[in-house]
Protein backbone atom coordinates (compact mmCIF):
# COMPACT_ATOMS: atom_id res chain seq x y z
CA UNK A 1 0.00 0.00 0.00
CA UNK A 2 1.41 3.28 -1.21
CA UNK A 3 1.53 5.93 1.73
CA UNK A 4 1.67 9.64 1.25
CA UNK A 5 3.31 11.28 4.11
CA UNK A 6 1.42 14.79 4.00
CA UNK A 7 -1.71 13.08 3.72
CA UNK A 8 -4.42 12.65 6.76
CA UNK A 9 -5.93 9.59 5.71
CA UNK A 10 -2.65 7.76 4.46
CA UNK A 11 -1.74 8.42 8.65
CA UNK A 12 -5.13 6.88 9.77
CA UNK A 13 -4.07 3.54 7.37
CA UNK A 14 -0.70 3.60 8.76
CA UNK A 15 -2.21 3.81 12.49
CA UNK A 16 -0.14 7.26 13.04
CA UNK A 17 -3.37 9.16 13.58
CA UNK A 18 -6.55 7.47 15.77
CA UNK A 19 -9.97 6.91 14.21
CA UNK A 20 -12.86 4.95 15.47
CA UNK A 21 -12.84 2.08 13.56
CA UNK A 22 -15.60 0.49 12.59
CA UNK A 23 -14.59 -1.79 9.78
CA UNK A 24 -11.82 -2.40 8.01
CA UNK A 25 -9.97 -5.53 5.25
CA UNK A 26 -7.12 -5.59 3.24
CA UNK A 27 -8.23 -2.99 0.84
CA UNK A 28 -10.61 -0.93 2.78
CA UNK A 29 -11.05 1.20 5.97
CA UNK A 30 -14.41 2.35 7.55
CA UNK A 31 -14.47 5.14 10.10
CA UNK A 32 -16.81 7.77 11.87
CA UNK A 33 -15.99 11.17 10.94
CA UNK A 34 -14.81 13.87 13.42
CA UNK A 35 -17.01 16.39 12.56
CA UNK A 36 -20.85 14.53 11.56
CA UNK A 37 -23.22 15.97 9.10
CA UNK A 38 -25.66 13.33 10.41
CA UNK A 39 -26.60 11.21 13.42
CA UNK A 40 -24.47 8.98 11.70
CA UNK A 41 -21.24 10.06 9.96
CA UNK A 42 -18.78 7.29 8.46
CA UNK A 43 -15.95 7.45 5.96
CA UNK A 44 -14.91 4.61 4.08
CA UNK A 45 -11.73 5.04 2.18
CA UNK A 46 -9.57 2.52 0.32
CA UNK A 47 -6.10 1.90 2.04
CA UNK A 48 -4.05 2.34 -1.06
CA UNK A 49 -3.83 6.46 -1.35
CA UNK A 50 -6.04 7.35 -4.69
CA UNK A 51 -7.11 11.28 -4.65
CA UNK A 52 -10.03 11.16 -5.90
CA UNK A 53 -12.42 9.71 -8.74
CA UNK A 54 -10.73 11.43 -11.33
CA UNK A 55 -7.21 9.23 -10.11
CA UNK A 56 -9.24 5.75 -11.18
CA UNK A 57 -8.05 3.62 -13.95
CA UNK A 58 -9.33 0.15 -15.41
CA UNK A 59 -6.99 -1.26 -12.95
CA UNK A 60 -8.68 0.11 -10.16
CA UNK A 61 -12.04 -1.66 -10.86
CA UNK A 62 -11.68 -5.01 -9.02
CA UNK A 63 -11.08 -2.24 -5.72
CA UNK A 64 -14.31 0.17 -6.72
CA UNK A 65 -16.62 -3.06 -7.16
CA UNK A 66 -15.62 -3.89 -3.55
CA UNK A 67 -15.72 -0.36 -2.27
CA UNK A 68 -19.58 -0.08 -3.72
CA UNK A 69 -20.57 -3.81 -2.81
CA UNK A 70 -19.29 -3.19 1.34
CA UNK A 71 -21.28 0.24 1.36
CA UNK A 72 -24.62 -1.19 2.09
CA UNK A 73 -23.12 -3.60 4.70
CA UNK A 74 -21.24 -1.21 6.45
CA UNK A 75 -24.24 1.59 6.92
CA UNK A 76 -25.94 -2.15 7.93
CA UNK A 77 -22.95 -2.86 10.86
CA UNK A 78 -24.28 0.61 12.14
CA UNK A 79 -28.35 -0.13 11.67
CA UNK A 80 -28.95 2.48 9.12
CA UNK A 81 -31.59 0.80 6.60
CA UNK A 82 -31.33 3.75 4.33
CA UNK A 83 -28.50 6.23 3.98
CA UNK A 84 -26.93 8.85 1.74
CA UNK A 85 -23.51 8.05 -0.54
CA UNK A 86 -21.44 11.19 -0.96
CA UNK A 87 -17.70 11.29 -2.54
CA UNK A 88 -16.86 14.92 -3.32
CA UNK A 89 -13.97 15.03 -5.86
CA UNK A 90 -11.80 17.79 -6.23
CA UNK A 91 -11.53 21.79 -4.56
CA UNK A 92 -15.15 22.74 -7.13
CA UNK A 93 -16.19 19.37 -5.92
CA UNK A 94 -15.71 19.80 -1.90
CA UNK A 95 -13.17 17.81 -1.62
CA UNK A 96 -11.55 18.55 1.53
CA UNK A 97 -8.74 15.66 2.16
CA UNK A 98 -7.45 14.64 -1.00
CA UNK A 99 -7.49 11.09 -0.53
CA UNK A 100 -10.72 9.23 -1.90
CA UNK A 101 -13.57 8.89 0.33
CA UNK A 102 -16.93 8.04 0.46
CA UNK A 103 -19.42 9.70 3.28
CA UNK A 104 -22.19 7.76 4.70
CA UNK A 105 -24.85 9.73 6.06
CA UNK A 106 -27.88 8.13 7.91
CA UNK A 107 -29.80 8.29 10.84
CA UNK A 108 -32.81 10.56 11.06
CA UNK A 109 -34.66 11.27 8.13
CA UNK A 110 -31.88 13.19 5.70
CA UNK A 111 -33.49 16.27 3.99
CA UNK A 112 -33.14 16.34 -0.02
CA UNK A 113 -31.73 18.11 -2.37
Do not use: W
Not at 50 to 56: A, G, M, P, Q, T
Not at 71 to 88: D, H, K, S, V
Amino acid sequence: MSSHTDCLFCKIVAGEIPAKVVYQDEQLLAFHDIAPKAETHLLVIPKRHIENLNDLSHSDAELMSHLMLKLPEIAAQQGLTGFRTITNTGVEGGQEVFHMHFHILGGKRLPGF
